[in-house]
């Protein structure tokens, strides 16, 4: 290949540059490795501090519900930065953009560690949001250096990872937190946060797309905003502000008028970030949906709703956080690690989308069994456990890997980035809704009952979710089926 440098491997047939890592060998299990870590250490910012919130909110002299838009506001982040990121690492290399990703997640987890206001604190939680494409970012990386069948069993690793590190995450969270706070949980992400930015400059290779299209800005910032204003409108409506305050209806504007204005962008430029046409297949809106709609249940009732209820000591169960991790939050997360795995190598050959609508059935089924029990520690404990199997494994992994499959040859990285988006957005509006919810029903000395409203939306989410999943379409090349 005259003309380029001595580290390129190839060209790929879908137009893909692959450079050596740094260390001279390409090793799948190496590159995994790497990304793991770098996507680990974004996961810890969400799963690990999620036993915290009890102590977080006592620190800084707030509520939790505080505590969970501070959590909005990361995933809302992270969320922009996934729909901004792909599409540029596509040209200048998603090697570079993931260590630019990391450094900046570094700062705010320094910022964090520092803050002595919830202020200070939101804004350290928005920097450390600066790696949310990092799993779009790993999950190209690994398409384009493995066959299907190979990368259907790393993406489940993966994407087991990023839901949790086999709940050794959360339990060393909680017992971290009863013994020296929610700080000393930041110092060990921190720590690493330095390692991922080693690993993956020796053992991940550079992958870049030789015809990429040039970035849309105008397009990716109206989409950015336009999705933006939505999780505040429904953050706001669902909470203390409430539907018809000014800020709820001015956000509700600013979604529409930016979602509009979005589209005539998209029809009118050479380069669209999403044509339109593109945007209407079903398995680009279809698969966003679902995304979008399965974080917001599942993710947000086992990461929020079910650690704040287990630690509320005035009106929910008032364990410690290290008995809370053990019951809520290690159960779940280890059980998607174990099965993760299982359900990529298993899913090219039986179906990706059969997988999704049983995992999104079985976690809606479950979900309502929390509304009903919402009460009883031991009833939440077991389908805490079962939603390990059908979101964590089942869903996870399925959802990532279609927004793989479904993306074009011409921009790969949009898609994922989107999909990604719709990840962090559905968190942040799950997290953000529920836990409006708590604090006004806790406003209105509703008591423990507040968590069963909170409950209630990841019941209607989840519904949502389900609904969308049947838009998906199907395909079957022989060596993956969807």
Not at 195 to 203: K, Q, S
């Amino acid at each position: 290949m005259a003309g380029e440098d001595s580290l390129t491997v190839e060209r790929t047939a879908s137009g893909i540059l692959i450079r050596r890592p740094r260390s001279g060998k390409m090793s799948a299990p190496l590159v995994a490795t790497a990304l793991i870590l770098v996507i680990a250490s974004f996961q810890l910012n969400s799963t690990m501090l999620s036993p915290a919130i009890g102590d977080m909110a006592a620190r800084l002299h707030t509520s939790t519900g505080v505590i969970g838009w501070s959590s909005n506001i990361f995933l809302a982040v992270a969320a922009a930065v996934a729909i901004l990121v792909p599409p540029v690492a596509d040209k200048v290399g998603r090697k570079k953009a993931t260590i630019v990703s990391v450094i900046v997640m570094i700062i705010g987890t320094v910022l964090a560690l520092a803050a002595t206001t919830p202020m200070l604190l939101i804004v350290g939680r928005a920097l450390q949001g600066a790696c949310g494409a990092t799993f779009a970012l790993g999950n190209l990386t690994l398409r384009a250096i493995l066959p299907g069948k190979k990368y259907g069993f790393y993406l489940g690793l993966v994407a087991a990872v990023n839901s949790g590190v086999a709940g050794i995450d959360t339990l060393l969270g909680g017992l971290i937190t009863d013994h020296c706070g929610y700080r000393g949980i930041l110092w060990v992400i921190l720590i690493l946060e330095v390692l991922a930015i080693g690993a993956i400059w020796i053992w991940d290779p550079e992958t870049i797309v030789v015809d990429a299209q040039k970035m849309d800005w105008a397009g990716a910032l109206t989409m950015t905003g336009s999705l933006w204003s939505v999780n505040m409108v429904l953050t706001l409506g669902f909470g203390m502000a409430g539907w018809v305050s000014p800020w709820t209806i001015g956000f509700l504007v600013a979604a529409v008028v930016l979602g509009i204005t979005f589209a005539l962008v998209e029809r009118h430029t050479a380069a669209p970030l999403v044509p339109l046409d593109v945007l209407a297949r079903r398995g680009t809106w279809g698969l966003l949906a679902t995304t979008f709609f399965t974080m917001a249940s599942a993710f947000a009732v086992l990461l929020f709703a079910l650690p704040a209820l287990s630690q509320d000591g005035a009106d929910g169960f008032g364990m410690s956080a290290t008995v809370s991790a053990l019951m809520y939050l290690m159960p779940f997360s280890l059980v998607g690690w174990l099965l993760g795995p299982l359900v990529g190598k298993l899913a090219p050959q039986i179906g990706y989308r059969q997988f999704l609508r049983g995992g999104l059935a079985g976690s809606l089924v479950l979900m309502i069994g929390c509304v009903l029990g919402y009460q009883d520690r031991w009833v939440l404990f077991a389908l805490a456990i079962l939603m390990g199997a059908t979101y964590s494994a089942a869903c996870s992994t399925t959802l990532n890997g279609l927004g793989v499959l479904y993306s074009s040859a011409d921009r790969p990285g949009v898609l994922p980035g989107l999909n990604s988006a719709a990840f962090n957005m559905g968190a942040a509006v799950g997290t953000g809704v529920m836990s409006s919810v708590v604090v006004r029903g806790m406003a209105a000395g509703k008591g423990i009952a507040s968590y069963r409203g909170a409950l209630i939306v990841g019941v209607i989410m989840g519904c949502v979710a389900l609904v969308f999943s049947l838009a998906l379409p199907g395909s079957d090349n022989g060596e993956e089926k969807i």
